[in-house]
């Protein structure tokens, strides 16, 4: 195999974590992570597997001896007892030495795993709801288990192998509730996650549709008229010719462009590359190459073929000879003409002519390898393929039906993914295919998708399904184009949350109970059905953010819509509203189609960019805008580097800037660059906002010297603004407040009378209510007087939340 297709792997394991004997090997990846081995041969795996690659990872400390006919082994976290015959039930059983609460004491071979936490699926394709998901590595019994005894394996040139069949090979993660611990040492066995180029990041425009180029190019000029940003131009399956002779099959795999339509793909692509937009071509490989193909006669006669007798060159993912001509033949010259990178829409199945070899894994790991031949940051768009599929981001899911109920399924579907370690999902926002038109539905998918892995829009060929903003109704476009923009607008965030994936092992969405184990609110349902307390959407977003999507209808008197959810112990702050909350409690949230609750604890720091568009939206911004929230200390470090190659993987070709909040002194700083700094501007702008807080006078330093600047104060959000023009990058900004800070008030009468002067409920019970909230009695009675008052249920509650917020 080419060397492009040989990749890092420790497979051994360090001998000294090894208990082996005549059939069997216990072997220590950690004090908490175990592989079991039972095979009657004696024979064993060394080589790396299609999931685990990595087996070397420390010294694991570890006592054995004998005891009651038993083999016990103890690490510093388990206690195993084995008594060395075939793994069966009271023969193999693992001990928390200190389980969490709420964790089972021991596992046995053979349990049922009954409150594992799940992982994903292979695909959303025809969904119209929750669909049924794989297991994960996380359990709330503390025990869950990888099984890896059929998976291939991969040989040192590049190429797989077929595992002999017969024994056991397994992985046990005895993590209790250390979720993160657990999902840090798979990924660790299974390899890291990659660093997605920054484009990205930013909104996918895509659409099952027979567009022309000069159709296409019209509609980015609208959407930049209109001021709407894209990063990512996908081009589904009618970029090639499609309507073939019957005599060659399905037009469904094609390679070839379809001149009517494409009359100048090079020049497209052009376009769509001076616009800073990359380019991802729709490709369904599984009917081979046929005579109608462009490339057919050269590749025929690399297969050794006679291309005259018309015959197909067969796709056949476990032919090495093929896979190279391939790439080679096939997509090279494509790629050379500006495509980016490949869709893979594979939808045949899962076998392949080598036992326990899915043709999905085989394209996923060497497209994804072939992608960065020429040093460029590795990249393919594809469906998910069992545990070791993170290394091959961005994953597709499919084709949903255009409802609430696929739109609700959503946020728990990506965030349970992180169990499993897939942590980039790319969903159809806003539905694919048939349902229902709801305008309030798209808005609402749309800000999800601001909060989501990737955000992709996408949809089907029928008349009614475009997903252009400037087809809904005037207040719906609004939220539309917002959510758009606000998605490019976060990019240093999420550039940043994207680093720490890599780096850290953090998925950058995960469920609320990977930092509240022991809190029964972080817990969804295992049905995903309504109970009383527990939010089954809501989701950690990156460091700093809590997200609950709003997904399900508008209420009519309110014309708002809601979302229960646990707010966690602590302060935080609405990202939109600038509204103040304090845990611990479970409440309505309630909010126009302008926004869903995002809450940023107190502390956060969230970098943001003005440039949204073209090649500027890639660049490190020469303007920083950084939201700080009052309310406690918070440290944040901001990650740079070119956002295009395999650079970042040397640790030093990047640029890391500190940012700290000292709540109690009153003090901003942000630390001069360090790293390479010559991949961001030399100088910067910073405007700070620091929200949340009652009116501080500021006075800023740079490296020690006072500057003059002027500050502005937004009283409703309690945001100071702060603008700093051109420091260099070098030197320390300091921003320290001449008042102690304090948060600031919620305005509750203000923002109760605003909820009621657009409610839509009877004039006698508004005017009565809003003098009860008015009296000044106790806020006890107060609400426990509002019921009197006759307004609507729905409307009590979302003058409730207001009210109680910041209890």
């Known amino acids: 195999m080419k060397q492009q297709f040989i990749c890092e792997r420790r497979p051994k394991a360090d001998p000294r974590n090894i208990v082996l004997g005549k059939n069997y090997r216990i072997t220590f990846l950690t004090d908490r992570l175990v ?22 990872l420390e010294e694991v400390p570890f006592e054995i001896k004998q005891k009651n006919n038993f083999l016990e082994i103890q690490t510093k976290s388990i206690r195993i007892r084995y008594d060395e015959r075939a793994f069966d039930e009271g023969i193999l059983s693992v001990k928390l030495k200190k389980p969490d609460n709420g964790c089972d004491l021991e596992w046995y071979y053979g349990r049922k795993e009954d409150r594992n936490l799940f992982g994903t699926a292979r695909t959303l394709d025809e969904a119209d709801g929750r669909i049924r998901l794989e297991k994960g590595i996380l359990s709330r019994d503390g025990f869950a288990v990888l099984d890896d005894s059929k998976t291939i394996l991969l040989t040192e040139d590049g190429w797989i192998k077929e595992r002999k069949q017969g024994g056991e090979d397994f992985y046990l993660f ?121 490339m057919y006669k050269e590749m025929a006669e690399a297969m050794g073929m006679d291309p005259a007798a018309g015959e197909p060159v067969e796709f056949d993912i476990t032919d090495p000879e093929f896979l190279e001509n391939y790439f080679e033949i096939v997509h090279h010259p494509l790629e050379e003409e500006g495509v980016d990178f490949w869709w893979l829409d594979w939808q045949q199945g899962g076998h392949t002519a080598v036992k326990e070899l899915d043709p999905l894994w ?34 597709f899911s499919g084709d949903t039906v255009v409802t609430w109920e696929s739109l609700d399924f959503q946020p728990y579907f990506t965030a349970t993914a992180s169990n499993i370690g897939y942590g980039w999902w790319s969903h159809d926002i806003g539905g694919h295919m048939l349902g229902i ?97 527990v939010s089954n959407n809501q989701y950690l977003f990156g460091t700093d953010m809590i997200v609950a999507p709003i997904t399900s209808d508008q209420i009519a008197s309110l014309n708002q819509g ?154 409703k959000k309690g945001c100071i603004r702060i603008h700093i023009p051109k420091v260099s990058v070098d030197e320390k900004v300091e921003i320290v407040f001449e008042q ?6 919620n305005h509750t009468l203000e923002r109760v009378y605003d909820l009621l002067n657009q409610a839509q409920d009877s004039n006698l019970a508004k005017e009565s209510a809003y003098r009860l909230l008015s009296s000044g009695k106790n806020l006890a009675d107060i609400l426990g007087e509002l019921e009197t008052t006759n307004l609507k249920k729905e409307i009590r509650l979302a003058v409730i939340e207001i009210m109680t917020a910041d209890l």
């Open 35 to 56: 592989r079991f081995e039972y095979n009657e041969s004696g024979a064993f795996v060394d080589e790396a597997s299609q999931v685990i690659w990595y087996r070397d």
């Open 174 to 294: 005895a993590y209790g509730h250390d979720y993160r611990g657990a999902v840090k040492d798979f990924f660790r066995v299974t390899g890291r996650v990659p660093m997605l180029p920054k484009y990205a990041l930013g909104n996918w425009w895509s659409r099952y549709y027979e567009y022309s180029q000069d159709e296409y190019q019209r509609l980015m000029d609208r959407f930049l008229a209109e001021k709407i940003p894209f990063s990512v131009a996908v081009i589904d399956m009618d970029w090639h010719i499609t309507d073939i002779d019957k005599k060659y099959g399905s037009g469904w795999t094609g390679y070839t462009w379809n001149r009517d339509l494409f009359p100048d793909p090079g020049s497209f692509m052009d376009n769509l590359h001076d616009r800073g937009m990359k380019v991802t071509l729709n490709v369904h490989p599984a009917l081979g190459i046929r005579e109608c193909e462009s």
């Open 362 to 395: 085989m394209l996923n790991h060497y497209h994804y390898l072939d992608s960065g031949r020429d040093g460029k940051r590795k990249m393919t768009f594809s469906r998910y393929a069992g545990p070791g599929s993170h290394r091959y981001p961005v994953g």
């Open 437 to 533: 038109r709801s305008d309030v539905m798209e808005a609402r998918w749309y800000e999800l998708g601001t909060f989501s892995p990737i955000n992709r829009l996408h949809s089907t060929k029928m008349s009614f399904s475009g997903k252009e903003p400037w087809n809904f109704r005037p207040e719906v476009e609004h939220a539309m184009g917002e959510a758009l923009r606000l998605r490019h607008q976060l990019l240093p965030y999420l550039y940043t949350m994207n680093y720490l994936a890599y780096k850290e092992y953090r998925p950058v969405i995960a469920p609320m109970y990977y930092d509240y184990p022991e809190k029964e609110q972080a817990y969804p349902v295992q049905d995903h059905s309504f109970v009383e307390g």
């Open 562 to 715: 809601k979302v229960k959810a646990w707010i966690p112990e602590g302060c935080y702050h609405d990202f939109f509203t600038g509204l103040i909350y304090k845990g611990e409690k479970v409440m309505w949230m309630f909010r126009g189609i302008n926004s869903i609750p995002v809450l940023v604890k107190a502390g956060g720091i969230i970098p943001m960019q003005k440039e949204l568009f073209g090649k500027d939206f890639l660049k490190n911004p020469e303007e920083l805008i950084i939201r700080v929230y009052g309310g406690a200390d918070g440290n944040y470090t901001h990650y740079e580097d070119d956002g295009e190659t395999e650079d970042y993987k040397d640790g030093r070709s990047c640029c890391f800037t500190s940012m700290h909040f000292d709540w109690e002194r009153g003090a901003f700083t942000i630390e001069g660059a360090a790293g390479q700094t010559d991949l961001i501007p030399e100088f910067r702008d910073y405007t700070v906002e620091l929200c949340g807080v009652k009116e501080a006078v500021p006075k800023v330093y740079i490296s020690g010297k006072k500057i003059k600047i002027t500050y502005e104060y937004q009283w």
């Open 740 to 745: 102690k800070l304090t948060l600031n008030d």
